[in-house]
């Protein structure tokens, strides 16, 4: 098991408290309930607030303290072009390097996030399509291309409960799932160029920030 210091678990919460939605957008961040539920000094709590504030997903306002960042509608789609572009790049440098073991698991990820959508489950899909994606993100020789381009997720941080009608929802997340499929009907041809564009093109369409940020 990985080590995990102080700093990293107090990081891990407040990640999963702005996924949970429990954070939202414009809130300041608490440092001394933080420090009660976790009861850890305030040392860890500022270096995991400070890396956050370097990832953008937090502003350090003066007199004010630390605040969950909002994306403005430019900000947004810049960053998703530029996910978009690391992602089909990071996929196209893993397809050489993809198993048969490695496109069975992504089928298995894929079926999984059909269940979890049909049960409403977001809290399973959030961690099934994260698991696809992971799939060729661990086989990806380019370790720094992976870990920017998991920074610049982190901002697109979203609580899938919240979002809209429940039939919508669905009906945006299976579509998304589709895409899931054709990822991997290229990944199993081989084809990097098409891989790398219907990435950058379809699975991370500009237009999607104003309906679903995955």
Request: hydrophobic fraction near 40%; proline fraction near 3%.
């Amino acid at each position: 098991m990985e080590y995990l210091s102080l700093k990293d678990h107090v990081y891990n919460y407040i990640v999963e408290q702005i996924n949970s939605g429990k954070l939202l957008p414009g809130k300041k961040v608490n440092e001394n309930h933080i420090c009660e539920m976790l009861k850890v000094s305030r040392t860890p709590v500022r270096e995991a607030l400070i890396q956050l504030s370097s990832e953008g997903l937090l502003d350090n306002v003066p007199r004010k303290g630390f605040v969950i960042k909002s994306l403005t509608k430019q900000e947004a789609e810049e960053t998703y072009f530029i996910i978009g572009a690391l992602d089909g790049l990071a996929a196209s440098l893993a397809v050489p390097l993809l198993t048969e073991k490695d496109i069975k698991e992504m089928e298995f990820y894929i079926q999984s996030i059909d269940l979890a959508i049909n049960t409403e489950n977001y809290r399973m899909y959030d961690k099934m399509q994260q698991a696809f994606h992971g799939v060729y993100l661990k086989i990806c020789p380019n370790k720094s291309l992976v870990d920017l381009l998991l920074q610049l997720e982190k901002k697109f941080l979203i609580n899938l409960g919240e979002i809209g009608p429940k039939d919508q929802l669905k009906e945006r997340l299976s579509q998304i799932n589709n895409e899931h499929r054709t990822m991997m009907e290229l990944f199993k041809s081989k084809d990097s160029v098409e891989l790398a564009s219907f990435m950058k093109d379809v699975h991370w369409n500009i237009h999607k920030v104003e309906n679903l940020q995955l």
